[in-house]
Structure formats: C-alpha cells, structure tokens
C-alpha cells in the first residue's frame, strides 16, 4: 500500500487516501495521466499543456496537490522515483524541484493510482510535503489488448488520437513473465484567436466621466449601469470591464508616432487613419480603437500541441523460490509545440533601448508606397518613426523535445527471519536521465539593426547601409555594421518582408538541458512476533540518491546576442544518503472482544537524510487508527516532512528575467490590501514625491513587463513541514459496499524557499510600516528591489535590469483543510433491477491559506480564484452485462476576487466582488459487443461553460475551459 512498506492489508487507511483505477481513464476516454487526476478536487493549479506555456519545457503534466506547488507532491511509479522532466532555468514550468512529467506514463498500464496526503516523507524522502502520487502499473499482464481514442472539440478543432497496447505473457511454467506496452499520441494545440472570448479582449480601464460631466459617456463599457468614478467613497469602482482593450501605440503595419499616433501603415503598405487615443486610454491600452490596433488574441495558448511517444518493457524472473529479480524499462519520446507566445516589438512602449521605434527618411525610403509618401509630405514631415509589434516576421512560440530514458534492476524476495518468521526484502538500482531541448527563432539584434537600415542605389533597388539618410535606432546600443550578406527588411505594413531578409535576421537557436537521476534502494521488513492482538511488523531499509542536472543555453542565446539579455548556463548537482524504518504495532483487534475497541494500531516511521550540500534532516510520522466498533475507524497522524533546495534554487546564476509587478498605488487600490491605511500612506507619499495625480496614475510595469535579474542561494535550508491529519472511516455494516471517509488536514511549511516575486517585493514596499517617508522610492529594501526612478516607473533596460530578486526561505506557508470521499457499489437485483450502480465522490474544503513570504502583513489567500474554498466531484456509474453510462459532475464553490474590501458588486473598490460557484459536467455510454470490443462514447463539458458570463462577455479570470465541449470515441479489445 502507497505509504508504507509494510506488507500488510490491515494498514490500509492510516492516512487519507484517494485511488483512480484504470475504469475511470477508461470512462473517460482520457489517455493523459494527469489529466484525471487534475479532475479531482485535490489537485488544483498543476502544470499542463494548457494556457502560457514556460519559455523552457513546454508541454508537461506537473501535478500540484492543493495548490501547495507541483514541486511539493512527489510522484513515483511502483512505489520509486522517476528523473524528473523539470529542467533547472529560471524560466521552466512550475516551480523549480524534481517534478515528474506524466505524459511519460501511458494509461494503457495503468492499474490504479494512490494519492496519499502529507505522510509520504518519511517513506519516501524529499518533496512528498502535501502528497505522495504513486502510479501502480500493469508489470506481469497476460494477454494482449488493443485500443484506440480519438477525440475534437465543438469547434473543430484541438483534434487528437491515441493508439496503444499491452502485451504479456508468462513463460517458463509460470516462473517468469514480460509486459510490453507502446503508446502514440498527438493533440493538435489551440490558440486564443480561435475562441471568441479570447477575441473579445475584455480588461480593465479607467471608469472615467464624460468631459464637464459625472456621468459616463457612451464609452462602450460592458455594463452600462455603472457610473462614472467621481472619487473615493462614491462605491463607483476606479476601473470597468471594457471590450477589445487593444493598444493604439503600435500595430503590426506600424503606427506613425510622428504624426501624433493618428496614422498607421496598413496591410499593403498604404497609410490608413489610426483612432488616438480612442475611449478610456488607460496606460499602454484603450478601446473604441482601430481593427490593426495591438492585441493579444492570436498570441495566447490555450493548448500547447503534444505528440509524445512511451515504450515500457518488464522482465520478472523467480530465480529459485524466495529470489525473484525484475527489471524495468521505459523510453520516452515528445514534441511539444507552445501555439502563440508574445512576438518581438519595435516601439518605444516596451524596452526602447533594445527594441525601440525606427527613424527613417520620407524622400529616400525604398518600400514607401506613393500613397504612403505623399501622405507624409502633406503633413510636411521629412522623417517619421514607426511603432510596431513584429507578429507578422515569424512565430515566437516555444517548441520543446524531451528524451526520457529509465531503466531498474531488482531483486525481491523472503527468507527466513527472526523468530520463525518469514521475512520480505527488496533491493533496486534505479537510472534515469532526460534529454530536453528547446528550440525557438529569436532575432539576431546586429542582423536586425543592419537590416533595418537601408538606402537606395543608383538603379533605385534597396540596400543596406551604415550610414542611412536618418539614424533609424540612434539611442539604441546596437548600431548598423556592413555586412556583404545584410539584405534590407521592410517592415511598412504586414508580410511585406522579403523571406530573404526574414531569413538574414532570424536566429534558430537550441537550448538543451540534461537531467540525470541514480538510486539504490534495499530495504528489508516483515514481523517481529506477536503480541496479544497480532504480529508487529517493521520495515527498515537505506537509500542513496544522486540528483544531476545542467542546462546549456546556446551561444546565441550565452552571448545575449538577441533581444535579451544573455542567459547564462547552470549545472549542478547534489546526492543524499538516507536511512529509514517504520513498525506497526496492532493494539487491539476483534479476537480480543474489548468493549468499545474493535481494533486499534499505531505505527511510527523515521527517515534521517544526509544531503551533500545542506547537511542532515530527520523526517519523522507518528499515528494511528482505532474503531469503537466495526463500522467506524478513526485515523490520525503528526508528520514532519521536508523539501530539498532544487538545483535551480541553489546553483542559478545571476540570469535576466522579466517580471511584471502589481500596480497597488492606482486609484482602484491604493485603499485596499490587508492593512489599507498602511498602503495609502506610503503610496500617497510616493505619488506625491515622483510628481505623479493619485486619480491617474498607472504603473506601466504593471501593463508590459520589465526587465528583472535573478539568481540562486547555495545558503539556502530545507524546507520544514509539521502536518497534521484527523480522520475517520465509515463502512456500515447495513449498507454493505458503502465506505465514507472524512480527514481534516493541518499543513505548516517553516522556511518554504521562494523566489522573491514581483508581487512579494510590491506588498513589501507598500504594504510595509517599515516605509521611509522621506525617501518613498527607496522607502524599504522591498522598493530598493523594484528599481523605481523619479518619475515613479521602473525603468525598462535588459542592459541594465532595474528589479532585482532571488531564491530565499520565506517565513510560512499555512494549509488547513478537509477532504472527504465516498465509495457506494451494488447489484440492483435486491429491487428487481438489472446491472449495477456505483456511486463515488471526493472533496475539499479550503478552510485557511495564508502563505508569508516576506513576513510583511501575510493575509489570508483561500477562497480566491483558482483557490476556492468548495469543490468536488460527483460519479454515478451505471453498468450492465455489456453496456452501461457514467456521469461525472464537478464542482466549484465562489471565488473571491479578494478577501479584502468586499462589498455587493460593483463597489467602490471593484466592479465584480466575487464568482458563481459552478458545475459541469462529462459522461460517457459504452457498449462490447460479442466478439469482444468494446466501444466508449464519452463528452467533456457537456453543457459548454467557459467562464462566467457578465453582460454576454466572458469575465476575464474566470475561465475553467478555455476549449470547450469537446467529444471522445474510444474502441479496445482484449484477446
């Protein structure tokens, strides 16, 4: 049983536990592990191919057990860790530590799956913090069976298949058997442009009045019953939800900043009428503006494309009785491919020192058209500038391919022990290592700024130049060189560059990261004797693990010789020796007719782990169950657990990043926060001092993200973890099939090692009582960290990083929650009814989170979005002899935009206070026929929610399924 390594039954339920079994994948029609397990309430914010995908490692399937970060959830698979597919960058997916991709794991092996919360550390080591994902598989299957799904959306597209099998087969009178299982798939991605509520570009603006009036004009907001904003205390929200909220300051054509953002190059290189500043220009963005506006729509993924290749081969051998060896082998193969990601730009609104606006000549611009450049000598312009985002040059999304090899060698067995007893024992070595590489298309800045300048020559063809009739990018650092193979690139209007030039700028650059993981494993365990309720059992064993991972950035990307600054390298590595034990000691049990005490145990569990780079750690579990009778057990345990610094956290260089902070001194919030009076003071102090109208102001930072420097902590301590978990178990014996459990869980993580975000440093600045007044953009060391200048920006310089953060142990984080499940199956035929029902359900109710990084004013973040304080779901599955249904509901409780300023919506603070809770739905209908396939016909989203609907738009943030409805169709047969 996952949780321990003592082989005995009567454990099961020591502590709280969920299983999925291969029917629900098969129900489903789901052939992505984690695609099921992220269904139930427990797990929520995982890593998956859907939304933006990280610029290192796109594609994978981290899990996160309660929202605590997928790097604390340990994944295994038959009870041993896999090398992790979370390459060490700043910029992978999740948090850095050794997750576990599980698109390795195909769902044609799978048996079952156990997820054991909180008492994994002991067991198992590092990281099993808020669970232990254990994935049981198929290793000596007889027989062979086939499938085949295939499924689309509504929509007609997210298209995807998958073709698997399983073959086994004993030998040797049974002594031996090999299970061979392959399995393809590929999912064709999504971007956002192909959904509406994506094209809709809904986002918050200004709540200004119409011009000498407090009434709003006809600006187009959403809901036309809120009023303008006339000031504080008015219980008019600062900002509104406004449709296509595009950018009037660059365009894919190019505006023309010179002619007072009025004009813009078109499709074909003719000029056309830009709307400036168009309604509630708020910032960088603002609607009622042009179609060629700036937006973000066809830039968004919604799900990364996957085509992803897995082999598993099993060997188990009885070598003479009580010696077994077992061999495992799995070879993974993917291609995962990010649909949209933001382009490069070339406007003074983002990084104007390394991608600013270009200058160029009216009278001897080879690619003006004539209508282009009479427009601009009637506006009696000589040279003009242009402000474009570069979507149109080539796709900036990130493509990731991951070779994953594993491979373990054991021997099992019993023998004879002490006191007659027999004795189990388990000895495996256990090596991994993934090949990760990342290929992307970057712009080659030196190729670019001698393409970008040109001339004419005599025979009136464009051509590059050094020296330009005007200097296209004077302030920039970069500057034209002559180059014998420079060919021009215009970019005055849309795909209108030559590919010749396309091609002279771009860059294909190969990122490549290896991950290596070693692990010897021997325990050996069984009972000891008997006492007056049965045999204590014991288990103790050692286990030494070598975790190595190096990340090779190109020389392209090494020497900065792009948009970015330079990347640097980063290799470590780090090996733990551990020792553990655990005894199982039976109290009570029915022979011993105690009145009241059907049975009780207590068990106690140590691990002691000596890491080579920061020293010993001892984790540790103690607990136990006891039943007052049969039809009721009670459950509980103190466990202290431990997360190991991730090589990222540790060995990282100082490396460039870009981070965009909250914008806490705006009118819509600079009253709010957990202690509002502390942040309008510091904020109205540093309104005042950076000369900035606490009515207006706008943090651009907030809008169009910066340039940040970030870097590791070899200094860096284990994270600490004390939890605590109290349950009971209800199987009444009037209800045969029945089993109800409940568990409260208490989680405390001392020391959780965090990398100082951009949100940490702004609450740390404004949110402080240790604030400078005098000094308020230096208010604090957190304001320091943020880089403001004197006008109350942070500057924007890749060169020159203004925001500066790194990996510390923060203070805390706090869980406390329960979670319940209830199992119910039986025969109708005690009603006259054919077939059968089963009736299962899980849940969580999010009682308390408050994580404390900085230790400046921690609030309380449960029941927020993504974090509700209610979900669950809800099974009913209906079988027959050769058919049957299933429905699966799930639901979300209310989600709160904050915890903090509430009030009816719309209210003073903000337009929306909080989100419906919500169900939906998925079900599926099979059948087998007589020779033995079996057909599943199975949907997703039945009834097609998106997100909540307000004023027929979707709210931004609320969105559960950005796909859709979506259907299935599966076909499998065992022979």
């Known amino acids: 049983m996952t949780g321990s390594r003592i082989r005995r039954p009567e454990i099961v339920g020591t502590e709280p536990t969920t299983s999925l079994s291969n029917e629900y994948y098969e129900a489903r029609n789901i052939t992505n592990t984690a695609d099921a397990l992220n269904e139930l309430p427990q797990f929520r914010g995982s890593v998956s191919q859907r939304g933006d995908q990280a610029s290192f490692g796109a594609g994978v399937n981290f899990v996160n057990t309660f929202g605590l970060g997928s790097n604390r959830t340990l994944s295994l698979v038959n009870g041993r860790r896999v090398v992790s597919s979370n390459l060490p960058s700043l910029f992978s997916a999740g948090g850095p530590g050794v997750q576990v991709d599980l698109n390795i794991i195909p769902t044609v092996l799978i048996e079952r799956i156990d997820n054991v919360f909180v008492g994994g550390a002991p067991v198992y080591g590092s990281d099993a913090i808020a669970g232990t994902v254990n994935i049981i598989l198929k290793d000596r299957y007889e027989g062979l069976e086939l499938s085949a799904n295939t499924g689309i959306t509504e929509r007609g597209d997210g298209f995807n298949y998958n073709v698997s099998g399983v073959f086994g087969q004993n030998f040797d009178d049974d002594r031996g058997n090999v299970t061979v299982a392959l399995s393809y798939d590929d999912a064709d991605g999504i971007r956002g442009s192909e959904r509406q509520h994506v094209r809709d570009n809904v986002g918050f603006l200004n709540n200004n009045c119409a011009p000498g009036s407090d009434q709003p004009a006809d600006d187009g907001r959403i809901n036309p019953n809120i009023g303008c904003n006339t000031g504080p205390d008015d219980g008019v929200p600062a900002r509104v939800l406004f449709p296509n909220v595009m950018s009037p300051y660059l365009s894919t054509g190019g505006v023309i900043t010179s002619a007072g953002f009025g004009l813009a190059f078109g499709r074909d290189g003719n000029i056309i009428d830009n709307i400036f500043p168009g309604t509630n220009l708020t910032g960088f963005f603002g609607t009622g503006l042009s179609p060629t506006a700036y937006d973000t729509a066809d830039q968004t993924n919604l799900t990364a494309t996957l085509e992803r290749f897995t082999g598993n081969l099993f060997l188990t051998y009885e070598l003479v009785p009580g010696l077994e060896f077992f061999g495992e082998g799995l070879y993974y193969k993917s291609r995962s491919i990010e649909e949209g ?330 009253d709010s926060g957990p202690v509002p009076e502390t942040r309008s003071a510091n904020c109205s102090a540093f309104l005042a001092a950076t000369g900035n109208d606490p009515a207006t102001y706008t943090l651009l930072a907030a809008q169009a993200s910066v340039a940040g420097l970030n870097g590791g902590n070899p ?130 109710y999010v009682k308390r989170r408050i994580e404390d990084i900085t230790g400046v004013a921690p609030q309380r973040s449960d029941g927020i979005r993504g974090d509700p304080e209610f979900s669950g779901q809800a099974r009913l599955i209906y079988s027959l002899d050769n058919w049957g249904m299933g429905i699966f509901a799930n639901y979300t409780g209310e989600q709160l935009y904050s915890r903090f300023d509430r009030g009816p919506s719309p209210n003073d603070t903000r337009e929306i206070d909080e989100l419906d809770d919500y169900v939906t739905v998925n079900l599926n209908t099979y059948f087998e026929t007589e020779n033995g396939f079996r057909f599943n016909f199975a949907v997703t989203n039945l009834f097609d929610r998106i997100g909540q609907k307000y004023y027929g738009y979707i709210i931004p943030g609320s969105e559960n399924d950005d796909v859709g409805r979506r259907f299935s169709i599966g076909v499998s047969k065992k022979f």
Request: net charge negative; hydrophobic share 40%.
């Open 341 to 670: 990601n933001n382009p490069s730009f070339n406007t003074f609104v983002f990084d104007p020192g390394v991608s600013g606006g270009l200058t160029y000549d009216v009278a001897t611009n080879p690619f003006l058209t004539d209508q282009a450049r009479q427009t601009l000598t009637d506006l009696g312009l000589t040279s003009f500038n242009v402000s474009r985002s570069n979507e149109d040059l080539f796709d900036n999304g990130t493509i990731t391919e991951s070779e994953l090899k594993r491979g373990v060698l054991g021997v099992r067995g019993d023998f004879g022990g002490l006191f007659d007893r027999r004795w189990n024992y388990e000895a495996s070595f256990n090596y991994g290592e993934n090949e990760i590489e990342n290929f992307g298309r970057e712009i080659n800045q030196q190729r670019f700024i001698n393409a970008v300048s040109y001339t004419t020559d005599v025979n009136g063809n464009a051509v590059c130049t050094t020296t330009p009739a005007v200097p296209v990018a004077p302030s920039q650092a970069v500057q034209p060189v002559a180059d014998p193979n420079c060919v021009p690139l215009n970019l005055l209007g849309v795909g209108v560059a030559s590919q010749a030039a396309l091609d002279y700028i771009s860059e294909d650059v190969v990122e490549v990261a290896k991950i290596r993981q070693i692990v010897f494993n021997a325990n050996v365990g069984g009972d000891l004797f008997d006492l007056w309720a049965g045999p204590i059992g014991f288990n103790v064993g050692f286990e030494y693990r070598d975790e190595s991972a190096a990340f090779t950035p190109s020389s392209f990307t090494l020497n900065g010789e792009g948009r970015g600054a330079a990347v640097a390298a980063i290799s470590g590595s780090y090996d733990v020796k551990e020792v553990f034990g655990e005894i199982l000691v039976p109290l009570a049990g029915p022979e011993n007719n105690i009145p009241l005490l059907y049975s009780a145990e207590a068990f106690g569990r140590i691990r002691y782990v000596d890491n080579s780079v920061n020293g010993g750690f001892t984790a540790y579990a103690v607990g136990g169950t006891i039943a007052p009778i049969r039809d009721v057990q009670f459950r509980g345990n103190f466990t202290r657990s431990f997360r190991a610094p991730a090589i990222t956290e540790l060995f990282l260089p100082q490396s460039p990043t870009f981070v965009r902070p909250p914008d806490l001194c705006t009118a819509s919030a600079i």
């Open 715 to 844: 200094n860096l301590e284990n994270e600490k973890a004390d939890s605590f978990t109290f349950g009971v178990i209800v199987r009444p014996r009037f209800v045969p099939g029945l089993t109800i459990t409940a568990d409260y869980i208490d989680i405390e993580i001392d020391g959780p090692i965090a990398n100082l975000a951009a949100a940490d440093l702004a609450s740390g600045c404004f949110d402080n009582e240790n604030f400078d007044a005098s000094d308020p953009v230096n208010g604090n060391s957190f304001c320091e960290a943020l880089g403001f200048g004197p006008d109350g920006q942070i500057p924007n310089d890749p060169s020159n990083p203004a925001v500066v953060s790194g990996f510390v142990n923060g203070q805390s984080i706090l869980f406390e929650g329960i979670t319940g499940a209830l199992d119910y199956g039986t025969d109708l035929s005690g009603l006259g009814l054919p077939g059968s029902i089963r009736i299962g359900g899980d849940m969580l």
